[in-house]
Every structure is written in structure tokens, then in C-alpha cells.
């Protein structure tokens, strides 16, 4: 008898568990159809996409979808590094647009010298490179020591270089504006005879990069394991401080490529202008991907289909030309439908619901509703 | 002995401060401080040569300069300007990232007879508070856009308008012309949406999703250079034809010189001058401030504007900024 029971116990939290992954993925991916259709219900040529050239012949693809994916690349890399962040140490790094404008500057610093209109470039763009992802990474250390060793909250920690950072990225090009030669813009935008556009490229390659990495490293699971419970992983033998520092230097080097791919596309910085409001625009991505922002378990794709999520209805209120003063009040009201669908009371209602359903199907065996909150 | 010590420290403070106040006023003496509100530090090529103009102009006068920078916060603006208030700067000069709002600051200003200057932008005050302004007249600009655009007889006219920081002058201005201009006109304006901060980056993706949900459009209105150029960076990857010779008409305004550049080069096909150098016109009026005499309240920037049609590589070449 006892073993019956414990066998229906098992079944019962294996279902249990099959439906929180279901869900996980689930709502995240119902969001952004659900913003795709009300695209192509609004713009039937939504999906379309045509072969063009560009103005110096070269095949070039062109259409909305192509764009959202392109224009997305800054957000899916910063929400990547952003769920690492959230989920080891229960707040969120706001300073992520402040030093993409930094390493950005350093780019652009590294290319340009001290000339605002250089014939050629001053250095070889991979220097650039990697110079910009160790700038991101000095920032996240940064905010990687005062979170970890200082045991600062993320948000009061990153605070300083939200504030300072676009004002630093300004100092580290000399207080100029330089503009770069054109060469430079193929990572933000196309390779000369290559139709698919550079970013989404990058964007895949990352994204393998990080699945990869979470897959074959325990990364995931320590990052987990701090975020549940500091301490008990502690007392298994981990060093969550390590691992909260580790996770900010990770999303310190996903900046340094965002800005990167950011600085390229028309190959120049404006320190105070660039990328307005995307520390916001990440961290919803993280919410919408169904993470919980106190930390813990996390979802990766849930975050990058939230970051596809949020371009998407950016790129919406930019082609149904919403007034201008209307868009911020637009893009909220969006969001809070999306937000309050996926809070826990809703969640609990719905599968209190559903629950009541098979109960009722199953009526004959007895009365088995059980409820899931998250 | 505790209230004793408490008590010498006080004093010690007190008599630290009245000799920070006595340095202080020596070594104003004489020197005229001129304290800049500026918007951004490096915003645009327009705003560097703007602040550079200012800082040159006041040095060489023999003024001493206190220059703050809002950096797109308009709330920081004006506590930046009550900060220079309180430290008596001899005259205040703002240049407003938002129109509205300046009202307190005027008023601690006057209270504390400071004389306010207006430059840039207009700020949204009654004549009485404040001394002088000289400003850009932005609707005037965008009313010369206009004018040329109708007298280029186009058949039919889809104009893009991209807009800048909600809530300047310039951006309001600018706007207002465009639209009063297409609704007497019967132009059709297919986009007007304002970019924040005026760069290339959102521009650009604004035309490339644009081109891409098949909108037609033959005028681009940009309200800035750098924006104009994100525009054509747009229409470059999708093999639109924009300039003298192109589909797309372009229109910028400030008129820097690499902009000028490409109205030579027929990329742009008209560019509206925002004269930065506030400068020597600054150093001018408070001069004559100084000497007592009488000046001109409201002064408008005279500007003009440069048809891909008519400008010379003389021109270009006499451009500083």
C-alpha cells in the first residue's frame, strides 16, 4: 500500500514538474506570436521578405522580420549575461547602457585616435574588439566586487556606474565624435555580398556559444545553485562569491560585444545618447522570458525570446508611426498585459482552473485538484 | 570641556567659511564670471562647436567661466543653475534642454540680480525675467525647409519627419513648421516620430523599418545632420537613391561642416544653417551689459541655407565647425 502511494506521489510530481517547464517556455513564446500576429493582422506584408541590393549593388535582404532579428542582437546578448546576473544575485546590474557606452567609446577611441574623420582605421578591428569586451569586463568586475565582496544590493552597486558611466565613455574619447570609415560598419550591418545581415549572425553565434557553455560547464547549475541558497552551496563547497563576481564579468564581456556591434552599425558613439533606456528594455526581457528577478532558477530562452519580444513591439510602435508622445504610454500598456499574464495570482487561477477541468473529467477517481503556485 | 571643544570647533568652521567667502571675493575681483547651463558635452558636432565657441569667446574677453552640463537631464539642468545662482556667478546663460519649466530659476536669478541670458533655445519665460536672449528662431528654420520644398513643384510629396529630442525648441519648432507646411500644402507626412538624442542610431533603424514595411516616401526631413546621415546610411542598405540625383529628397539643418560636405557632394539636397558660435555674440552683450547700456531684448540668429544646387567648395571651406 505504501509503495502504491509513493508511486502516485512520484507520477503526480513528475506532471508537476513537466508542466512548470511547459510553461516556462510556453508563455514566453505565446507573447511574442501573439505580437507577430497582431503584426501581420496590421501589416499583411509583415512576413515578407525580399532580396534588395544596396546602393553599391550587393545583395542585401530586406523586411521587418529581418530587421527585429538584426535590430534585437544588443538586447538578447545584454538579457543573456543579464539572467546570469539576476539569477546569482537576486537584483539586476541597471548600469548595463552606461558602460556598453563605455566599451562603445573604446572602440571607437581604439579605431578613430584622436581624429574625428580618420581615412583609415587606426588599429586592427579585432584589437578593437577584444579591447571593448575588456573594457565591459573591468566594468562588470567592477560592479561584480562591490555586489560580491562588499555584499552592496546589484541595483544600489550598478548605480555608480549608471551614473558615471556615460560621462566616463565621454572622457575615453577625448570628448569627441568621431566617425569611423566604413569598413568598420560591417559587423553592424552587412558584409559586402553577403545577404544575411552581420548581427544575426553574431547574435547566433553567442547564443550557440552560451547554450553550449551552459550545457557542457556547471556555470548553469552553480549560478543556480548560489541564487536558491547562498549558503547551503556554500556549505556543498562552492564559493558563491566567486560565482556572483563571475556572473557580472560574464555579462561585462556580453556589454563590451553589444557595444561593439552597437558602435559599428553607423560607426559612431554618442556616449549620452547611445542605446537610451535599454537597462529597462533587458530586464523586461528577463521578466517576460518568466524569470523571477528575485534570483534562482532560470530560464536562458525564456530571456532571449523575451529580448525578441520587446524589439518586436519597438519595432511596431516605430512602423505604425504611434505618435511620438504616445509610444512610452503604448509600450507600458503592452507591457503590463504581458506582466500581469504571467504573474503568479493569474498563473494560480489559471491552473486552479485547468485543475478543476480534469478533476471534473476524472471525477470517477476521486478528487485529486492540486494547485501550483509559483 | 565636551561643549567647550564643541564650541572652538564651531567657531574654527564659522571662521573657515568667512575666509573661504573673503578668497572667494578677491579673487573675483574685477574678473566678470559667466555661468554656462550648457546641454550635453558632446551631443552632436553642433553642441561641441557651440561649447567651444562659448569657452573661447569668454577667455578671450577676460571672463572667468563656469560651465555645467546637463547631460540630457533636464531636472539636473536646473539645479545645476540654482548651484551657479548660489555661488553669484556675475551672469547666468542658459541653454535649456526643455523649453518649460525655468520659471523658479528665473526667479532666484532676479532675486539675486543675477542678469539671465538666453542662448541656443528659447526658454519658455515672461519678458520680465529675464535680461537678453539670443536665440535660434527654429520654426523660422523649418519654415525656409518648407518654402524650398514648394518650390520644387513635386507631384506628389511623402515626407519622413524625423524629430528631435522631444520637448526641445528646436525639436517643437522644427516640427510645427513641417506640419503647418504639409497641412496647408496637402503633403502627406508618412512618419513623424522623435528621436531621442538626436543621433543616427534610431534614425536609421526608423528608415530601415520603414523601407522594409514598404512605406513610400521621396522627402526626408531630418531635424539634424546626424540624423539625416542615419537616414541615408538606411536607404544606402536598401539601394534607395537619395540627393540631387536620387529618388529621395534629404533635408538637415544645422549645417556642420561635414554636412556641408555632402551637400557639395549632392548627398544631402538642402541643409538649414543653426548658427552654434554664441560666443563673441555673448561676449558682445555682456559687455555692453557691463557699461550700463541699453540692449536689444529678443535677438534672433541670422541664418541661412545651403541648396545642393547653388553651394561652392568656397563655401565648405570657410565653414570652422
Known amino acids: 500500500m505504501a509503495t502504491h502511494d509513493k508511486t502516485i ?157 556615460r560621462s566616463i565613455a565621454s572622457m575615453a574619447m577625448g570628448g569627441l565624435k568621431p566617425k569611423a570609415v566604413s569598413s568598420f560598419g560591417y559587423y553592424g550591418n552587412f558584409i559586402p555580398g553577403f545577404p544575411i545581415p552581420t548581427p544575426i549572425l553574431i547574435t547566433i553565434g553567442i547564443v550557440i556559444v552560451t547554450m553550449l557553455t551552459l550545457k557542457l560547464t556547471n556555470l548553469g547549475l552553480y549560478t543556480r545553485a548560489v541564487g536558491v541558497n547562498a549558503k547551503a552551496s556554500s556549505l556543498n563547497g562552492l564559493n558563491p562569491t566567486m560565482i556572483k563576481f563571475l556572473t557580472f564579468v560574464v555579462l561585462g564581456f556580453c556589454v563590451g560585444i553589444a557595444g561593439f556591434v552597437q558602435s559599428s552599425r553607423v560607426q559612431t558613439v554618442n556616449p549620452y545618447t547611445i542605446v537610451p533606456g535599454i537597462e529597462m528594455d533587458v530586464i523586461l526581457a528577463v521578466a517576460l522570458g518568466g524569470n523571477s528577478l528575485g534570483g534562482g532558477k532560470f530560464n536562458m530562452t525564456g530571456s532571449i525570446i523575451g529580448a525578441y519580444t520587446i524589439q518586436t513591439l519597438t519595432s511596431m510602435l516605430m512602423t505604425l508611426n504611434v505618435n511620438t508622445n504616445a509610444v512610452p504610454v503604448f509600450k507600458a500598456a503592452i507591457i503590463v498585459v504581458l506582466v500581469v499574464i504571467q504573474s503568479s495570482v493569474v498563473k494560480a487561477f489559471f491552473n486552479k482552473k485547468m485543475g478543476e477541468l480534469k478533476s471534473r473529467k476524472n471525477s470517477g477517481k476521486g478528487n485529486d485538484t492540486y494547485v501550483v503556485v509559483e | 570641556m565636551k561643549k567647550l571643544v564643541s564650541m572652538v570647533l564651531a567657531l574654527m568652521l564659522v571662521f573657515s567659511l568667512v575666509a573661504c567667502d573673503a578668497k572667494d571675493k578677491a579673487k573675483d575681483d574685477g574678473k566678470i564670471t559667466v555661468g554656462v547651463v550648457q546641454t550635453n558635452a558632446n551631443e552632436s558636432d553642433w553642441r561641441t562647436a557651440n561649447t567651444k565657441s562659448m569657452n573661447e569667446a569668454f577667455a578671450a574677453a577676460g571672463f572667468e567661466t563656469k560651465m555645467v552640463f546637463g547631460e540630457g537631464d533636464h531636472a539636473k539642468q536646473i539645479a545645476q543653475a540654482q548651484q551657479l545662482i548660489q555661488e553669484e556667478v556675475d551672469y547666468l546663460v542658459i541653454l535649456g534642454l526643455q523649453s518649460a519649466g525655468w520659471e523658479d530659476v528665473a526667479k532666484a536669478a532676479k532675486e539675486a540680480g543675477i542678469p539671465l541670458i538666453m542662448a541656443d533655445r528659447e526658454l519658455e519665460l515672461s519678458e520680465d525675467l529675464y535680461t537678453a536672449m539670443v536665440c535660434s528662431d527654429f520654426e523660422a528654420e523649418g519654415v525656409k525647409a518648407v518654402d524650398w520644398l514648394k518650390a520644387q513643384n513635386m507631384d506628389t510629396v511623402d515626407i519622413v519627419v524625423l524629430g528631435g529630442d522631444t520637448g526641445s525648441s528646436a525639436q517643437l519648432g522644427r516640427s510645427k513648421a513641417i506640419e503647418e507646411g504639409a497641412a496647408t500644402n496637402g503633403w502627406n507626412i ?20 520603414l523601407i522594409a514595411s514598404g512605406k513610400e516616401f521621396n522627402v526626408i526631413y531630418a531635424e539634424n545632420d546626424n540624423m539625416a546621415r542615419g537616414a541615408c546610411d538606411a536607404m544606402d542598405a536598401a539601394g534607395i537613391t537619395y540627393g540631387k540625383d536620387g529618388d529621395v529628397k534629404v533635408i538637415a539643418f544645422d549645417a556642420n561642416k561635414w554636412a556641408l560636405e555632402k551637400v557639395l557632394a549632392g548627398e544631402f539636397n538642402l541643409d538649414i544653417e543653426c548658427n552654434p558660435l554664441h560666443g563673441p ?41
Not at chain 1, 493582422?41 to 509583415?46: A, D
Not at chain 1, 546569482?88 to 541597471?94: A, C, H, T, V
Not at chain 1, 552606461?98 to 579605431?111: E, K
Not at chain 2, 543616427?200 to 533603424?205: D, G, I, S
Open chain 1, 9 to 165: 506521489n512520484h507520477d503526480r510530481s513528475r506532471s508537476i514538474i513537466l508542466s512548470i517547464v511547459k510553461h516556462n517556455i510556453f508563455i514566453p513564446c505565446a507573447f511574442l506570436t501573439m505580437l507577430l500576429l497582431v503584426n501581420i493582422f496590421i501589416n499583411p506584408g509583415f512576413l515578407k521578405i525580399s532580396m534588395g541590393a544596396d546602393s553599391n549593388g550587393h545583395p542585401v535582404l530586406i523586411g521587418n522580420l529581418i530587421n527585429i532579428l538584426s535590430n534585437a542582437t544588443e538586447l538578447v546578448i545584454l538579457a543573456i549575461g543579464m539572467t546570469l546576473v539576476t539569477a546569482s544575485s537576486k537584483g539586476q546590474d541597471i548600469s548595463v547602457g552606461a558602460t556598453l557606452a563605455i566599451s562603445g567609446g573604446v572602440v571607437m577611441r581604439v579605431l578613430c585616435g584622436n581624429e574625428t574623420q580618420p581615412d583609415s582605421l587606426h588599429a586592427p578591428i579585432i584589437v578593437a574588439l577584444i579591447l571593448g569586451c575588456l573594457a565591459g569586463m573591468a566594468c562588470g568586475a567592477f560592479n561584480g566586487i562591490l555586489v560580491s565582496r562588499f555584499k552592496i544590493q546589484p541595483m544600489i552597486a550598478t548605480l555608480i556606474l549608471f551614473t558615471a558611466g
Open chain 2, 190 to 209: 508618412v512618419f513623424n516620430q522623435n528621436m531621442k538624442g538626436w543621433d543616427e542610431t534610431l534614425a536609421k533603424q526608423a528608415v530601415t523599418d
Open chain 2, 281 to 321: 555674440r555673448l561676449v558682445s552683450l555682456i559687455q555692453s551689459l557691463e557699461k550700463g547700456e541699453k540692449v536689444e531684448k529678443n535677438v534672433y540668429v541670422e541664418e541661412e541655407m545651403f541648396d545642393a544646387e547653388t553651394i561652392t567648395q568656397a563655401i565648405v571651406d570657410a565653414r570652422s565647425y
